[in-house]
């Protein structure tokens, strides 16, 4: 298995973009969570996804920010309109259910 | 509110030595805690698990010892390596539940 997949690696986008990441989980795994990494805040648990439904997105900073998960093997989160605040790594993990998540590599957002 | 407390933020140790790094929760109901470790430009990777039922688990040079009543475990990194200079987080969840995350504690192993 490829592990989990997330594109695009790299974002460079202009303030008041819309920006949209994406993410396909390991087969079979039933959990999905976004995470954002900054200096400041370290990891944050922005929204997860049980069995492709929202299950808590307490995290999620500002209506600006939007998760959806079609289908077992996709998901997206949609920032719109970006802010310079929003810069971070967002970090895509999905999970069996038992605790241990298994990250992505991360897609690295700036936002100038 | 958070509710896993790491520490410390930073860790220097020599070549050889023994890293240590502390956790505490609060919330008795998780039942799992695995600590991360991660390599700068990566995601995140398992490193080691231990469930609330024993008290301390062994891989190799890596040790979790586990203290439920004081709600408190810890990560013992044996004969420190370069190799292992990385940001390690603890964490905490109950099944089917979200992880949630310590503040990460930056290793860094000096030959």
């Known amino acids: 298995d490829a592990g989990v997949i997330q594109s695009p690696r790299h974002e460079v986008t202009e303030m008041g973009q819309e920006v949209t990441l994406r993410c396909k989980p390991i087969s079979g795994h039933n959990s999905l969570f976004w995470y954002r990494q900054t200096m400041m805040r370290g990891l944050e648990l922005l929204i997860y996804f049980n069995n492709n439904v929202p299950i808590d997105d307490s995290g999620m900073p500002e209506d600006r920010f939007s998760a959806k998960m079609p289908n077992a093997s996709f998901s997206t989160l949609k920032i719109q309109p970006s802010e310079p605040r929003d810069s971070a790594v967002y970090f895509c993990?999905?999970?069996?259910?038992?605790?241990?998540?298994?990250f992505g590599q991360g897609t690295r957002l700036t936002v100038v | 509110q958070q509710q896993v407390k790491q520490s410390p933020q930073s860790l220097i140790v020599q070549k050889g030595g023994i890293s240590i790094i502390n956790c505490a929760y609060e919330?008795?109901?998780?039942?799992?805690f695995p600590w991360y470790q991660q390599f700068p430009g990566k995601g995140p990777a398992l490193l080691i698990a231990?469930?609330?039922?024993?008290s301390e688990k062994k891989e190799g040079r890596f040790t979790i010892s586990f203290n439920k009543s004081a709600k408190q475990f810890s990560l013992h990194i044996m004969d420190s390596q370069p190799g292992d200079s990385a940001t390690y987080f603890c964490?905490?969840?109950?099944?089917?539940?979200?992880?949630?995350f310590g503040t990460g504690t930056k290793l860094q192993v000096i030959p």
């Open positions: 231990i469930r609330p039922d024993v």
């Open positions: 993990a999905s999970s069996l259910g038992r605790g241990e998540a298994f």
């Open positions: 964490a905490a969840s109950m099944d089917n539940q979200k992880v949630t």
């Open positions: 919330n008795t109901a998780f039942d799992y």
